[in-house]
């Protein structure tokens, strides 16, 4: 029997949903889920495990389990509704996928923390801020802020944005699954990473394994990300001889590329020193200082990654589409 790939339709529903909503407040959203059940592995690990060979395979454990179980409580969630009616399963898997897209919310952030600034308010931009980066904020001038916000956007339209459709469409032609299916799974390491992917004390041993796993999970969508991006600017040459010159220097393998092929493309530098506890990181710089960076700056950021996100979107549709219809 020939495998015929899932409808288009759940990505579409979702860009729509994530374009005109977002993630309401109050919203029984699935990261939060995966967030409490982290903290409460975490609990259990800290409080009864030592070792560090131990907290290392309880991280595996974590990082599989969590992975793993969200990509099959989206799976039966879909398959659930669409015993009852197949229009509840689509929807079902629609309003999944929307929720792993953070388009909507990455504008709202980079807005939230611009508003302030733009009437010179910079105690509630700080304030903004520290809500979505971990870095010291108390103390950041105006251009620093600027360049967080910047750096915020960049790296997330990779692993909240162009990442989940990615996996979306590979989701897509996987016989006998949903489309949410993979991106569910991905969000998972995402989230796993943001919690306990640190080097640093206590999470050295128990995010080891998920910071490693994340980083190969998004190696590939970050590279044709920023391939994007390139093509998009049309000075793809120049965009790459950046990134080989300056996102190699940064330590992960992913927010380098991200945060310099948006700095190459709109003429800005992002790195620079950065506090974390009252302890200064000095990240590269990436990209050549030849404008500021500004509000408008930031604005063209969310603007690129919106139009990265249609043209893969519509050749996600498109080959799916023409898939379909070759079977």
């Given at each position: 029997m020939n495998f015929v790939p899932s409808s288009p339709s759940p990505l579409l529903i979702a860009a729509v949903l994530d374009y005109l909503i977002g993630d309401p407040w109050g919203f029984p959203h699935p990261v939060r889920v995966m967030g409490w059940l982290i903290a409460q592995f975490n609990y259990f690990a800290f409080k009864y495990l030592k070792s560090e060979r131990s907290l290392y395979?309880?991280?595996?454990?974590?990082?599989?389990?969590?992975?793993?179980?969200?990509g099959a409580v989206s799976w039966l969630l879909v398959y659930a509704a669409s015993q009852v009616h197949p229009l509840l399963g689509l929807v079902t898997d629609s309003i999944l996928l929307a929720s792993c897209f953070a388009g909507r919310s990455l504008r709202t952030a980079a807005e939230d923390v611009l508003q302030p600034l733009k009437t010179g308010d910079l105690v509630q931009a700080r304030?903004?801020?520290?809500?979505?980066?971990?870095?010291?904020t108390q103390e950041l001038s105006a251009p620093e802020i600027l360049r967080a916000v910047l750096e915020t956007v960049a790296e997330n339209a990779t692993d909240g944005v162009m990442a989940p459709l990615f996996y979306a469409i590979a989701s897509a032609f996987i016989p006998y699954t949903n489309v949410a299916f993979l991106p569910l799974a991905y969000k998972a390491a995402s989230t796993l990473d943001s919690m306990v992917g640190y080097r640093e004390a206590p999470y050295t041993h128990l995010g080891r394994f998920s910071a490693k796993l994340e980083d190969r999970l998004t190696w590939l969508p970050c590279r044709l990300t920023v391939l994007t991006l390139a093509l998009r600017s049309l000075k793809p040459l120049y965009v790459w001889q950046m990134c080989q010159r300056d996102a190699i220097k940064d330590p992960s393998p992913n927010s380098g590329w991200s945060e310099c092929a948006y700095a190459a493309v709109l003429g800005v530098q992002l790195g620079g020193t950065n506090w974390y506890r009252g302890v200064a990181k000095q990240k590269p710089l990436l990209g050549e200082p030849i404008y500021p960076i500004t509000a408008e700056k930031i604005h063209q950021a969310l603007q690129l990654t919106r139009h990265s996100f249609f043209i893969w979107l519509g050749l996600g549709i498109g080959a799916i589409a023409i898939s379909t219809y070759s079977f």
């Amino acid at each position: 029997m020939n495998f015929v790939p899932s409808s288009p339709s759940p990505l579409l529903i979702a860009a729509v949903l994530d374009y005109l909503i977002g993630d309401p407040w109050g919203f029984p959203h699935p990261v939060r889920v995966m967030g409490w059940l982290i903290a409460q592995f975490n609990y259990f690990a800290f409080k009864y495990l030592k070792s560090e060979r131990s907290l290392y395979w309880a991280g595996v454990v974590l990082g599989l389990g969590l992975i793993l179980g969200s990509g099959a409580v989206s799976w039966l969630l879909v398959y659930a509704a669409s015993q009852v009616h197949p229009l509840l399963g689509l929807v079902t898997d629609s309003i999944l996928l929307a929720s792993c897209f953070a388009g909507r919310s990455l504008r709202t952030a980079a807005e939230d923390v611009l508003q302030p600034l733009k009437t010179g308010d910079l105690v509630q931009a700080r304030a903004k801020l520290s809500l979505y980066v971990g870095r010291d904020t108390q103390e950041l001038s105006a251009p620093e802020i600027l360049r967080a916000v910047l750096e915020t956007v960049a790296e997330n339209a990779t692993d909240g944005v162009m990442a989940p459709l990615f996996y979306a469409i590979a989701s897509a032609f996987i016989p006998y699954t949903n489309v949410a299916f993979l991106p569910l799974a991905y969000k998972a390491a995402s989230t796993l990473d943001s919690m306990v992917g640190y080097r640093e004390a206590p999470y050295t041993h128990l995010g080891r394994f998920s910071a490693k796993l994340e980083d190969r999970l998004t190696w590939l969508p970050c590279r044709l990300t920023v391939l994007t991006l390139a093509l998009r600017s049309l000075k793809p040459l120049y965009v790459w001889q950046m990134c080989q010159r300056d996102a190699i220097k940064d330590p992960s393998p992913n927010s380098g590329w991200s945060e310099c092929a948006y700095a190459a493309v709109l003429g800005v530098q992002l790195g620079g020193t950065n506090w974390y506890r009252g302890v200064a990181k000095q990240k590269p710089l990436l990209g050549e200082p030849i404008y500021p960076i500004t509000a408008e700056k930031i604005h063209q950021a969310l603007q690129l990654t919106r139009h990265s996100f249609f043209i893969w979107l519509g050749l996600g549709i498109g080959a799916i589409a023409i898939s379909t219809y070759s079977f």
